[in-house]
């Protein structure tokens, strides 16, 4: 419940003023601010960032190395400091503190770059971001905020990509199937999210379970345009992946038994079918070949990537309906988004010659205008349906 829907209910003379009041004690909601507030601190938190970034760099030379690091900490504590004072102790700006907080995330990144460069450590780029990470992690837990919490897991997606790419790294060899393991991680994080429901931290399974499944999905839809894996993975790489695999898939069983609430068992186990669908099509994809033939079955095979086109349309389906079932916007809406692209690319693959094109362009454009004007409606029939109160159990 928001505190909109009370003010509303008040309004139209279902509760009294004092039910009112008692109802906003009770539940602690707050007025939450408009948008543009939202976009105007964001904005201004990275202008906070870079204007001192900058002002630092203009005057490097004749700073004094102790003045330099005092300043650093100061402000990323005084920055933090004052994300509290709004968010907690006032209670009226909590998004102007959770930017602020944000800005407190990236002063300790800076600093850690200041204290490199001030004393010529190591310039391996992969092990300041693991430090960044790090040090943010227990953050979103100390103060309870969700764009640190947020922040911690783009954090760590940052460290791994630098890490698999960066030369000599025990994560290295995976090339082009590293858009597999990005996938992998998000679907361990929706896992996560929906175990966190269970516990005294259900404020984080919201933000865990959207990036998971934004990432698990970013991930696999390169996947549709690649007919070969990379070349064979080393047996680290391999361990890897499979090691991330498995936690997902434990993780994501695990944490469907907390959403029995929501979704009848059916649906349940066919929404975690169908993210186990997805990872199992893009570990077909993993072992169907190579570009140059020397992969574990052989050469080019197209058929995966069709493969991997074919689980992306069925799961975003499934999950139109997983949507409108938890009342989720996101999730009808993600899964409109990445619907439209499958089959956009699933059309653009299918290019020939002129009189073959030219054919599939008229029948498949018609199909296309349809298909939007049905999936259009379908989405407002959905979200309406979702505006309504849920049934009583």
Known sequence: MKYKDVIQ??????????????????????????????????????????GVVLLISANWEVIPRGVKLAAGILLMLGAWAGGWRLRESSGHHPKSGEALYLVGAGLWLANIALVGQIYHLSSRPPNAILLWAAGIAPLPWLLRSKALFVLSLLAVWLWVGMEVNDRGSRLG???????????????????????????????????????????????????????WGAKP???????????????????????????????????????????AGLAGAG?????????????????????????????????????????AALRSRFLVNLAVFFLALAIITAYLRLFGSMAVTGGMFVVSGVFLIGLAIYLERKRRSLLSRMRQPAPAR
């Open 173 to 227: 060899g995976l090339e082009e199937n590293q858009v597999l393991l990005y996938s992998m991680i998000g679907l361990v994080v929706l896992g996560w999210g929906m175990c966190l429901r269970a516990g005294r931290w259900t404020e984080f399974s919201g933000p865990a379970e959207k990036t998971g499944l934004l990432a698990l999905l970013a991930g696999i839809y390169p996947l549709c345009w690649l007919d």
């Open 233 to 275: 993975l080393t047996p680290g790489a391999l361990g890897l992946l499979a090691a991330v695999t498995a936690a997902a898939l434990a993780l994501t069983a695990f944490g469907l038994r907390h959403r029995l609430a929501e979704l009848s068992p059916q649906w349940r186990w066919t929404w975690g079918a169908s993210l």
């Open 9 to 50: 209910l008040h309004e139209l003379d279902l509760i009294t003023a004092e039910q009112k009041q008692r109802i906003i004690e009770r539940f602690r909601l707050r007025e939450e601010p408009g948008r543009l507030l939202v976009v105007l601190s964001v904005f201004g938190a990275l202008l906070v960032a870079s």
């Open 283 to 323: 570990w077909l994809w993993l072992f169907s070949g190579s570009r140059d033939g020397g992969g574990i079955y052989g050469g080019e095979t197209p058929w995966a990537a069709w493969l991997v086109n074919v689980a992306l349309v069925i799961h975003c389906l499934l999950q139109v309906q997983v949507g």
